[in-house]
């Protein structure tokens, strides 16, 4: 028998059940963790917003109806604390996300000025996606890393697919304008 849904587990949860809704967390956790450092600029208050998410998510175990995919769910507690946050955070300054040991000495091969140029591109990104508005920020944030159909993305936003693709749309073109001198374009 294979591994039991979302579903199944959240069904689960409501009864109480810690060991089915720590599956979830595990389950989980890396994309709320990912999607959340991701839309705050940095990593930094990631790990405990993901902590509130599951929190929720525990507390609305025992009501949870699977009208939608459980990560559509998920990410729709993910969405509301990350714009709180965001909201809260208004003067914040956007901080990269950091940089692995392995990223900071380059790719096997790559020489210390490729590095260097990789880093400063990866950064320079980081801070285009951070300075979109939240909506168009979560949009890319869904699509780009977690793959998420536009369908699934339109529930998280709570509007419809046409607006999710204008959203794109709109994000695209200005983290095409904001990344021209890095792509060589002018």
Excluded at 127 to 154: N, S, W
Excluded at 162 to 176: N, P
Aim: charged letters at 25%; proline letters at 4%; glycine letters at 8%.
């Amino acid at each position: 028998m294979g591994e039991p849904e979302d579903a199944e587990l959240m069904r689960l949860a409501g009864r109480g059940d810690e060991q089915a809704f720590g599956i979830l967390v595990e389950r989980h956790q890396s994309m709320v963790i990912g999607t959340a450092a991701r839309m705050l600029g940095g990593a930094e208050g990631a790990e405990d917003l993901a902590q509130q998410v599951f929190v929720r998510a525990w507390q609305a175990a025992r009501g949870y109806k699977p009208t939608a995919k459980f990560t559509t769910w998920l990410l729709t507690i993910t969405r509301n604390l990350v714009f709180n946050e965001c909201r809260r955070r208004a003067s914040h300054k956007t901080v990269p996300l950091e940089d692995s040991a392995a990223e900071r000495l380059g790719a096997p091969g790559e020489s210390a000025p490729e590095a260097l140029q990789l880093r400063e591109l990866q950064r320079a990104v980081d801070a285009a996606i951070a300075a979109l508005p939240e909506a168009q920020r979560m949009a890319v944030v869904l699509r780009r890393f977690e793959q998420m159909p536009y369908e699934d993305i339109a529930k998280v936003l709570g509007t419809s697919v046409s607006s999710v693709k204008s959203l794109l749309f709109r994000a695209r073109g200005e983290l095409q304008s904001r990344l021209q001198a890095h792509l060589g374009a002018d």
